[in-house]
């Protein structure tokens, strides 16, 4: 009777788990690296970000620096260019907003992007391509919630030098990063690097992952709990600390990505790429580590001065410097 009790338990749990993952989340491909992820869907997405901003702002009261603040003023100044040469990247129109204010991206320049030098720049910066739908196009990269988006970006006047994007395409900038970047270009890296979570989708992709990895530690757990064996009881700490390291390291390959399409969308915007990397290794840093949610200063420069990766990026920056326009991503 037991026997079927805990298989019923587990039947009903394992379906529950399945439509809820049907019915929230979507496979997706993410602009710039091509790579297939689960993530939540748009709408839910929105609705989240609604509420995480309205607690955001609860926490943070009276920090927000005002939109006319020459530091706020400055930082959109580079989103909008960043912003704007994704829209041309993706082929998403002319028109987005920041903060409500309407904005006009690039001509489309006249080069699509050049498949296989792409490609071969995302396999040495770890990223893995499928040929056959590279080649034939059947799965084309999500866009949808980047089309007509209204942007919405802050500074935040904390000492702390951190950048952070949020869930509806809110990206905050802390105070203290602006005290310690020399330049544009140098802000530009950071600003690239958060709209590339937001293009990537990674925080709706990683609340379907923790959903779905609660699920299975939790179904671990009960299986464990009902043989009624001490030393089985004794493991849960140990799943736990296993989901962690997962869990980081997981954190820091969707950082990687991030750094991957921000170098892309700073030299489509006309930046100069070769700032990054000095940037993520001399200002940044970072020791990294399997107990870390994001990779050391030093490996993230080491992975964009790959020579294919920076080539490319420089590829592109020169085709924007000679007034080709911005090439397509899609």
Same mark, same amino acid.
């Given at each position: 009777m037991r026997f079927c &009790?805990?298989?019923? !338990?587990?039947?009903?749990?394992?379906?529950? *788990?399945?439509?809820?993952?049907?019915?929230?989340? =979507? #496979?997706?491909?993410?602009?710039?690296?091509?790579r297939f992820h689960l993530a939540l869907t748009e709408n839910i997405e929105d609705k989240l970000g609604e509420y995480q901003w309205q607690e955001f702002e609860k926490e943070n009261k009276g920090k927000l620096?005002?939109?006319?603040?020459?530091?706020?003023?400055?930082?959109?100044?580079?989103?909008?260019?960043?912003?704007?040469?994704?829209?041309s990247g993706l082929r998403l129109g002319t028109e987005f907003k920041i903060n409500g204010h309407l904005?006009?991206?690039?001509d489309f320049g006249d080069k699509v992007a050049q498949y296989f030098n792409f490609k071969s720049a995302l396999a040495e910066a770890g990223f893995k391509h499928s040929q056959k739908r590279d080649r034939n196009f059947i799965?084309?990269?999500?866009?949808?919630?980047?089309?007509? &988006?209204?942007?919405? !970006?802050?500074?935040?006047?904390?000492?702390? *030098?951190?950048?952070?994007?949020?869930?509806g395409g =809110? #990206?905050?900038?802390c105070n203290g990063l602006l005290d310690?970047?020399?330049?544009?270009?140098?802000?530009?890296?950071i600003i690239g690097h958060e709209v590339g979570h937001a293009v990537a989708r990674h925080i709706a992709e990683g609340i379907v992952r923790l959903f779905l990895m609660l699920s299975a530690l939790i179904a671990l757990i009960y299986a464990l709990i009902t043989t009624g064996d001490s030393t089985s009881r004794g493991n849960v700490d140990g799943l736990a600390s296993l989901q962690d390291m997962f869990s980081n390291l997981m954190s820091r390959r969707r950082e990687a990505e991030a750094d991957y399409i921000g170098l892309m969308l700073m030299a489509s915007a006309g930046y100069n790429p070769q700032v990054a990397p000095k940037v993520y290794e001399k200002k940044l840093g970072g020791e990294g580590g399997i107990q870390s949610t994001h990779p050391s200063g030093m490996k993230r420069a080491k992975l964009l001065q790959k020579p294919k990766v920076m080539n490319n990026a420089l590829a592109v920056y020169k085709e924007v410097k000679d007034g080709e326009g911005v090439r397509s991503f899609v």
């Open positions: &009790r805990r298989n019923w !338990v587990a039947l009903f749990f394992g379906g529950s *788990v399945v439509c809820t993952t049907i019915c929230c989340a =979507r #496979i997706q491909r993410v602009p710039y690296t091509g620096l005002p939109l006319s603040d020459p530091r706020t003023i400055r930082v959109q100044s580079v989103a909008t260019k960043i912003i704007a040469a994704m829209n904005g006009a991206s690039r799965w084309k990269p999500a866009t949808k919630h980047l089309n007509q &988006r209204n942007w919405e !970006v802050y500074v935040l006047n904390t000492p702390e *030098v951190n950048a952070s994007c949020h869930l =809110r #990206i905050v900038v310690i970047v020399d330049n544009d270009a140098e802000l530009a890296t």
